[in-house]
């Protein structure tokens, strides 16, 4: 079978417009988490969100063309770019054998939901005529694939929270396929938007902890009350081992395993059983290794953070590695979560460190793993595996060696 690789990483999200400053502020503690300034959340149950900031689309495309693409594909064109810089492409690459695979939980929901005041307040003749290229999920792979001149496979995956997880797995089986030599795999969300906030708060997802956002989201900690909502893109240059080795490439880490599964019992509820064998079916395809740590989906919600714990223990049992959740420090960046963690696991692998979980104060009886609550952690770090489980009931599951 094909190894495939990953040579070139990028992110952006609340606490960071890079990878490195992005990084370093999760494995600081620090929280991008506040009061919501995209629009006024005065008369919102929840007034807080993990907003990227300091941002400017225009930076990324030329201010003219910034109006035909929603924000979820500015914040995806920028990680991407930074990413293809990172892998140190040759002059020579071959972009018929270079795909993309795009992931997105919602995709364009402010065009969504501006166009629809449009509509009901000044009529169809107003809508704009960027609104439907610039909000579909997959404009994210075809603006990207248009400005790096990638003509392979141009893929999407639109599986709610694990969408960013399951294009890096969709691209991966792209390569061991042969459909491909390399994949830039890109997965943005920004739905920080009065829909968005309104329509989870609706559902009692989201935390109501608006007078302390910086703490508000609280992943295992037994006064978890929520997730908090927030934006941000990941992107990764994936490549056929021996070609990277070929061609001298940075190598951050090869992906061993991938795992997906449907959980076949609610439309948010998420079960334990489903998320247990996404690992399972991860764990086996990469050879049962030992695990050094695993990145949760760690939502800061009574069921998921519960059930999470107990599907991580069903199947590493007393051999349990460290785990911890970055939501509380970015938030949950939905369809972009899984892109975001994985770009964290495989630079914990190469700095060493494993970020901690923050604003964790009160002992759960029913997630009592280590969830490095002290701080983050200086250890060797070779193996890591990365969670991602959204509404419907898909599961995505990703292990990462080091090289």
Excluded: W
Excluded at 44 to 55: H, L, N, P, Q, S
Excluded at 263 to 286: C, E, F, W
């Amino acid at each position: 079978m094909r190894r495939v690789v990953v040579t070139g990483l990028g992110m952006i999200n609340s606490v960071g417009n890079d990878k490195e400053s992005s990084f370093k502020a999760i494995c600081d503690g620090q929280c991008g988490i506040d009061t919501i300034t995209i629009f006024d959340p005065e008369n919102y149950a929840v007034k807080i969100a993990g907003e990227v900031k300091d941002f400017d689309p225009a930076t990324v495309m030329a201010p003219k063309e910034v109006k035909k693409a929603d924000r979820f594909i500015h914040l995806g064109l920028k990680a991407a770019q930074e990413a293809m810089l990172d892998a140190n492409l040759p002059e020579d690459t071959d972009y018929e054998r270079f795909g993309i695979s795009a992931g997105s939980g919602i995709g364009g929901l402010p065009s969504i939901e501006k166009n629809s005041i449009i509509l009901s307040t000044r009529g169809p003749r107003r809508i704009s005529p960027f609104f439907i290229p610039g909000a579909l999920v997959n404009m994210l792979g075809g603006f990207v694939s248009i400005e790096h001149g990638t003509k392979g496979p141009n893929l999407s995956s639109v599986t709610a929270c694990a969408a960013g997880t399951h294009a890096i797995s969709e691209a991966c089986k792209t390569i061991i396929c042969n459909g491909a030599e390399k994949m830039l795999v890109v997965a943005a969300e920004s739905a920080i938007t009065g829909a968005g906030i309104g329509g989870f708060a609706a559902m009692k997802a989201l935390s109501t902890n608006n007078e302390n956002p910086k703490e508000a989201s609280r992943p295992f900690d037994a006064n978890r009350d929520g997730f908090v909502m927030g934006e941000g893109a990941a992107s990764l240059v994936l490549e056929e081992y021996e070609s990277a080795v070929a061609r001298g490439a940075n190598i951050y880490g090869e992906i061993i395993g991938f795992g997906e599964s449907g959980d076949a019992n609610h439309i948010t509820t998420p079960s334990l059983d489903g998320p247990a064998r996404a690992m399972k079916a991860a764990y086996k395809m990469a050879g049962e290794p030992k695990i050094d740590y695993v990145n949760a989906h760690g939502t800061s919600t009574p069921i998921n953070d519960k059930n999470e714990t107990a599907a991580v223990k069903e199947l590493l049992g007393s051999e349990t590695p460290p785990m911890s959740s970055i939501k509380g420090q970015i938030g949950h960046c939905l369809g972009a979560a899984g892109g975001i963690e994985a770009v964290v696991c495989l630079m914990a692998m190469r700095d060493g460190i494993l970020p901690p979980t923050i604003n964790h104060t009160t002992k759960d009886e029913n997630c009592d793993l280590d969830y490095i609550i002290e701080g983050a952690r200086k250890t060797e770090v070779n193996i890591t595996m990365s969670n991602s489980f959204g509404f419907g009931g898909t599961n995505g599951v990703l292990i990462f060696k080091k090289i």
